[in-house]
Structure formats: C-alpha cells, structure tokens
C-alpha cells in the first residue's frame, strides 16, 4: 500500500510538540486508519522520534 | 475433528455467548465496543481491511467457561486435571494456518487490522499474541506477550519481566544473534490459557493445552524460522527478536492490573513471513479481564494445591475479577480448628495473592452478598483478620510505591487474610440461616 507524501507530512508536522498517539489519529480523523498506519511506518523508519515519561511522541 | 479457533467462536456463538456485527468499524473504536458489549463481539466489517476482528471473549468467568466448554464452577479442577495430564503435540505436514503465505517484501503488518485500544497506548497493539521460540536447553516455549505497531516490519515486543522467552533471549543477545520467533493470534481457548500458565522451564505449553483439552494439540513447523506453531492458527507472524536489547521505546499500555502502564524500552521484533488461514479472523484480546481471566483458573488451581499440602479441606476456590484474577481470592472449606488461620498462611505464600477470604462450606463464595455476611457475622477484626508486613510484592501495584526503590531492588508488601468461618468455641445453631416456610411446596414459575 503506497502512502500519500502529504498524509506523511500531515504526520511530521503533528509530531513538533508533544503528541499522544490517539491524539495523532484524532488530528488525521478524515484519513483511513490503515493509511495512517503506512504513514506511521514510514515516519518510524526514516525520523528518530523522542519519548516523554508519559509516552507522548516528538520529534 | 479438533476443535479450532473459529470452531470455538461458531459454538460460542450457538450458545449466546457471541454475537456477529456486521455494521462498519474502524480499528481504533473496536476497544470501546468491545469492553462495552454484553457479549463477546464478530466486527464483521472492518474499514479499510478485508479481515473481521472478534473480541471479549474471555470477559467474565462466564465467557471464559463458554470458550473453554467447561462448567464456571469446575474452572480450578478442570485446569489442575489438564496440568496432571500433559499430552505430547503430534506434528502435522500441512496446516490452515499456512494456506496463504507472505514473505519478505510481501509480509507486511499494515495488512492486518491492528487495533489501537487505550487512550493513552503508545501506539496500535497485538495483545493476543502468543510468542512460540525454540531453545537447545528447554526446548519449545509459549507465552503471552503484547507487541507494539512500529512499521510495516517491525513491533516491540514487551519482554521486562523476568520469562522463559526473556531467558532464551538473554542468551542469543549476549552473543549478539537474534532470537528466532513465532507470534500465533487467533488460538484456541486452552492453548492461549496453557501459554499464558507460568509453567516451570522446560515444560512445553502445549502439552499441557493437550491436557486441557484432553487431545494433542496439532503443531505445524513454520516456514521461515525453525519453530513449531499450533497447526490451527488463525494467522502467524514469523520472525526474529533483534539483538538490540532493551532500547525500542514500547509502551505505554493499559496494563493487566486495569491501570495504565509505564513507557518500556525493550526489544524489536522483525518479521520475515506472515502465514494465515483462508479468510483469518484477528483476535484483539481486550484488557484486563480478558487477560486476567486467562491466569484465574491457574490462581484457583495453585490455591487448591497449597491448601491440600497444608491438609486442608477446601471446597471452593474464587479469584475475584476486582482483584484481577489472582490478588485477592475467596475460599470455603470445611473447617478444624485453627484451619481459617492456617488457610490464611498458606495462600498469602502464594507470590500473586494478596488477599483472602476465607469462609465455611456454607457460603456460596460466588455470590459477594454471602461472602460480605460470612466477614459481618463470624469475624472479630482484632482475633480473624491477619497482616503479614514484609512478603513478596510486584511493581505493578503503585501502594508499595516502586518509584522510590533503588534499581533492581524488589518491592515488598503487606498482605492480610479474614478468617470468616464461625469461630471456635460458638456452637454452630447460633448461626442457624432464616428459611422460608414450606419453601419446597412452591414453585416461582408457576406464579409469575
């Protein structure tokens, strides 16, 4: 499944502040889970992304 | 014919305990559903994949029954006759769980329907996988563990406490090789409860599913990695646990103890296949119950077997859901004097417990109003109720605060049981129960 650069970017640009995964999904509400997910998978394989105590994402 | 997976839900079903949905879902909402339904739930439509997700179906002590075909009350029984008879899997050539086959660039997880479940989850989990690995010394190991969604290939997998996978792990890491696995989802009830069993190392799970369910399980050699998985699964992912340690961030996620769990950091688990049935069924275990349930019967059986040792005659053993299952248990027997103390010491020695209640044969331990009576009438809390400081405790309950201790350092607890059988030296007909007169002469139904 190919995913669309702009959901991948809409994806790095969530992730400049601190952000709960289900926060993430709540901002891409209008994209499908399962494209959300290749998103993910790409931005998990090409950025090193930070953790916080409470398990929030950043990069 | 064994009964399998899909087997067990079509016969769940037939007895109420399931229902089919067929209205549309997304993977991310099937949690709040799922842990709201009065059954366990078939989401049929799953947006966006073409593989349906079934969940809750080991919610109640009632469900976990109806999953495993067995009476809710013999549960502990059950379990400790299928442990005593372990039986040897047999070993198939062929098998539903490898009649579609994705390798390498093929096998991606993006493909199923991994649900995110909790809010404040770190990320989309498989929480019903059964981790299956292969080791010279003790042979094959089954056990549960939850895997976090990192990319199409990838997922952490959670080994923090101390396992028999950790252990096979620990040595193929110091070598810097990886661990060679297989994750089963979609498996019957008494497999999914034998791997979840804290076996002593060395005993092979699926002997002791053979056990429970009184017939060899059938196990089928994996395609890409040398390791044996049940021949019925619904699908498989085969792989490798890297030897990166513990550095990939996993977690948080909603934990067994109902409670929101810690950011880990732990290994990486890599895919090289996915094998699954024609048509697979994703089993999404939803938390706690599901999971506590699975541990329950191996609570109540454990109980059983220490109150014996210690020459007591118990009749009933429940762990309670509000104590997930194994840190708080009720437990009638018939008593000689001294033996509701002596009850008491010997199930605080078990590592879970953490409290008990103990009451005569005369209480139904199933009904919480009975059991409430029992501590009411027939304890002195200054004589019956009994406090043991110091024993053994787990990070997961935050009243022993494991924040403050030093690394590596276990946390201790105290641990108390109620002594609510009648008293020694109070004759039993000052307890004489209220009893309606003439109650065998009526029938309800023909009145109402």
């Known amino acids: 499944m190919s995913v669309s650069a702009e959901v991948v970017a809409r994806v790095l640009n969530a992730l400049q502040k601190p952000i709960y995964f289900f926060e993430l999904l709540a901002e891409l509400e209008d994209v499908p889970y399962r494209t959300i997910l290749s998103a993910w998978s790409e931005v998990r394989e090409t950025t090193a992304l930070e953790r916080d105590v409470h398990g929030r994402y950043w990069r | ?448």
């Open chain 2, 1 to 448: 014919m064994q009964e399998d997976f899909r087997g067990m839900l079509l016969r769940m079903e037939k007895e109420g305990h399931l229902q089919k949905i067929q209205k549309k879902i997304s993977p991310q909402f099937l949690t709040a559903l799922f842990t709201s339904a009065p059954k366990a739930l078939l989401c049929e439509a799953i947006e966006g994949y073409d593989i349906p997700v079934v969940g809750g179906l080991f919610w109640t002590r009632g469900r976990i029954a109806a999953a495993l075909g067995w009476p809710e009350n013999d549960l502990a029984t059950r379990f400790a006759a299928g442990v005593a008879k372990p039986m040897k899997p047999v070993i198939v050539d062929e098998a539903a769980c490898q009649e579609v086959v994705h390798i390498g660039e093929d096998a991606d997880l993006t493909a199923l329907p991994i649900p995110f479940m909790h809010e404040k989850d770190g990320g989309p989990y498989i929480s019903a996988g059964v981790c299956f690995a292969q080791n010279s010394e003790f042979g094959l190991n089954a056990g549960c563990y939850r895997l976090m969604f990192r990319s199409k290939r990838e997922m952490a997998i959670d080994l923090f406490t101390a396992s028999d996978l950790r252990r096979f792990y620990e040595r193929t890491y110091s070598n810097g090789k990886p661990l060679e696995v297989a994750v089963a989802v979609g498996l019957h009830a008494t497999e999914h409860m034998a791997a979840a069993y804290k076996a002593p190392p060395g005993t092979n799970e699926m002997e002791i599913a053979g056990g429970l369910r009184g017939e060899p399980v059938q196990m089928v050699r994996a395609r890409t990695v040398d390791v044996m998985v049940p021949a019925n699964a619904e699908i498989v992912l085969e792989g490798e646990l890297l030897p990166n340690g513990w550095t990939a961030d996993e977690g948080p996620f909603g934990e067994f103890a109902g409670m929101q769990g810690d950011l880990k950091h732990n290994p990486i688990f890599r895919i090289k296949a996915i094998t699954h049935r024609r048509n697979p069924i994703f089993y999404a275990l939803q938390m706690p119950w599901e999971n506590d349930w699975l541990n329950g019967p191996a609570t109540e059986a454990a109980c059983m077997r220490i109150l014996q040792v210690a020459g007591i005659q118990a009749v009933k053993v429940r762990a309670t859901e509000g104590g997930c299952c194994g840190w708080s248990v009720y437990v009638s027997i018939r008593k000689r004097a001294g033996e509701g103390k002596n009850a008491i010491a010997a199930l605080l020695s078990l590592p879970v417990v953490k409290q008990v209640i103990v009451t005569d044969d005369d209480i139904d331990i199933y009904n919480s109003s009975e059991v409430e009576w029992a501590v009411t009438f027939r304890c002195q809390a200054d004589k019956d109720i009994v406090i043991v400081s110091g024993m053994k405790a787990k990070h997961v309950d935050p009243s022993v605060r494991p924040w403050d201790l030093p690394p590596g350092e276990l946390p201790l607890t105290a641990k108390f049981g109620i002594d609510a059988t009648i008293p020694e030296g109070i004759p039993a007909f000052r307890y004489e129960r209220i009893v309606p007169a003439f109650r065998d002469n009526i029938v309800v139904e023909d009145y109402l």
